[in-house]
């Protein structure tokens, strides 16, 4: 699961409370925020790693360590864990979600983990677009105009035009596409367990990388292999506080409080690199989560109707 999915899934889970109480709400809204905080410590690592190993190499140590921990779902054995009736879909999404991180941790090699970040907080209105142009859903002309003003946010960041601006400052936005499209195979796949589809996205995205994994090896030292395990042990953290919260409380709530990973990678970029976001890139993921806020709020509504 990427941070894209995490962080804009809209279906209700099983367990989902219509109605939570305030003291359910409270813990849900403090995990959110921790669990920004928990994918900006990963993207940091594995931004501080790619200075000693290849991109590829990070990414497949994620995903190693991610496997990893999967298997205490495989307790009800094999062959349950990997029953599915979408085996096309189920392997095309694990190499989309594959090649979303890949292209992310690529992209944090390129440029700052907040600029990085808040580009692909446009991920929810690329798969509004998507379901629109695949699926045939609706989508209100409000949340086409929060969408434009939402990528108005990312041209501010990466500056086309500019002498600052490298065609490169873009892979973060290929990974929220790309994250996007892994939402959208998702939903083509109403019968299979969620548990299932972690499974499959763990084992694809492994096997995906280790048929890249000989082309860019490079011996870690000790020191890589701690960062590494560190990358990998809290983006599982992360997603598994996703599942928890998103399984009992609804999407549009948590929503706002999913931009305090935009704080988080921000105050982890100063401590561990020295780069504070640029006024450029404040005003960029001011504008995003504005917009992203709008259409939460805006989701909230109809669904009260």
Not at 2 to 13: A, D, G, I, L, Y
Not at 137 to 149: C, D, P
Request: charged fraction near 10%; proline fraction near 5%; charge should be positive.
């Amino acid at each position: 699961m990427t941070k894209s999915e995490v962080n804009t899934t809209n279906s209700v889970p099983i367990g989902y409370q219509s109605r939570p109480d305030a003291r359910a709400t409270l813990i849900g809204i403090g995990l959110i925020v921790l669990n920004g905080g928990m994918w900006a410590a990963s993207d940091t690592a594995a931004q501080l790693l790619t200075q000693t190993l290849p991109p590829i190499e990070v990414t497949w140590i994620r995903y190693l360590v991610h496997v990893i921990i999967l298997f205490p779902l495989l307790r009800g054995g094999i062959r349950g864990a990997f029953r599915t009736v979408h085996l096309p879909l189920q392997v095309m999404r694990g190499v989309f979600a594959a090649l979303s991180a890949i292209t992310f941790i690529i992209g944090l090699n390129i440029i700052p983990v907040a600029d990085a970040t808040s580009v692909t907080f446009v991920a929810p209105f690329v798969i509004m677009g998507l379901a629109f142009a695949l699926l045939n859903e609706h989508v209100e002309i409000r949340r086409w105009i929060a969408a434009a003003i939402g990528l108005s946010g990312v041209l501010i960041i990466v500056q086309p035009g500019s002498d600052a601006f490298k065609w490169t400052a873009l892979l973060p936005l290929l990974a929220a596409i790309l994250g996007a499209a892994a939402i959208i195979t998702t939903r083509l796949m109403p019968h299979d367990d969620s548990k299932v589809t972690m499974v499959y996205t763990g084992f694809v995205g492994l096997f995906v990388l280790s048929c890249l994994l000989p082309f860019y090896w490079i011996m870690p030292s000790a020191q890589d292999a701690l960062v590494g395990i560190a990358v990998g042990a809290f983006g599982a953290a992360a997603n598994a506080i996703s599942i928890i919260v998103y399984r009992r409380l609804p999407a549009s709530l948590l929503a706002p409080f999913s931009y305090s990973q935009l704080v988080w990678a921000s105050l982890f970029g100063f401590a561990v690199f020295g780069v504070w976001p640029t006024l450029a890139t404040l005003t960029g993921a001011l504008i995003i989560a504005g917009s992203g806020l709008y259409s939460a709020w805006r989701e909230r509504q109809i669904a009260s109707m």
